[in-house]
């Protein structure tokens, strides 16, 4: 059963644009978590947030997490060509060497030259 | 090279057959999960282990099993397949939560 939900699940900006995409989920969690999926290829872990905060910076990343709304966001900023993918919201709910994820259906990000 | 080794990187069998899927896992994870991802189920967790002992399991069909070695790699069985089961197959490792997941490139495995 899918515990995040994406949404929009297809987004196309232009290079150098803002991208944002939102994870709905259902249950407490321990962490949120997002991963970038270039076509066919495996996963790549971009950035992790507890449930104790509300918001994370990497690079170009941003990461927020309303843990009453249960839901968070992923926005990438000046967007390149290169970041077309697909990006994927992961939640933890459970802990210690049970730790296991929950992936949502994604979002198709496409950057346009 | 992301550390998490899966072989084969593709795969094609007819239906009733048996294959094996195997995984090692980056260096120092006690963790691998396998993962099952097709276009309308999107990525289906199937099992974890954890230090060569199941530690959970998820939406695994009984045709399928897997197991840990005490050299931390793992083999994801799949047995008596269906046309259902073609997709891409992940291994992924851990050693802590802070670190997240590291995925290997996947198998695709098509049955014919």
């Known amino acids: 059963s899918q515990q995040g939900e994406e949404d929009p699940q297809a987004l196309s900006i232009q290079e150098g644009e803002n991208a944002t995409m939102n994870c709905s989920y259902k249950?407490?969690?321990?962490?949120l978590q997002w991963y970038r999926q270039n076509s066919g290829r495996g996963l790549v872990h971009l950035i992790l947030i507890r449930s104790n905060e509300r918001e994370k910076h990497s690079g170009r990343l941003r990461v927020t997490l309303d843990t009453s709304k249960k839901s968070s966001s992923l926005l990438i900023t000046a967007s390149r060509a290169a970041d077309t993918a697909s990006y994927f919201c992961?939640?933890?709910?459970?802990?210690?060497?049970?730790?296991?994820?929950?992936f949502g259906k994604g979002t198709l990000l496409t950057v346009n030259p | 090279d992301s550390g998490v080794t899966q072989t084969p990187k593709h795969l094609i069998t007819a239906t009733g057959q048996r294959v094996t899927l195997r995984c090692s896992p980056r260096s120092g994870d006690l963790s691998v999960y396998w993962y099952q991802q097709s276009l309308d189920q999107g990525l289906q967790f199937l099992i974890q282990?954890?230090?060569?002992?199941?530690?959970a399991k998820g939406n695994i069909l009984e045709r399928f099993s897997a197991q840990q070695f005490p050299d931390l790699h793992s083999e994801l069985n799949l047995s008596s397949l269906e046309l259902g089961d073609s997709a891409l197959y992940f291994c992924a490792s851990s050693n802590t939560v802070t670190n997240g997941y590291t995925f290997g490139s996947g198998t695709r495995l098509t049955v014919v």
């Open positions: 249950t407490s969690i321990n962490n």
């Open positions: 992961a939640t933890d709910a459970g802990g210690g060497s049970n730790y296991k994820l929950t």
């Open positions: 282990y954890y230090n060569g002992e199941e530690r």
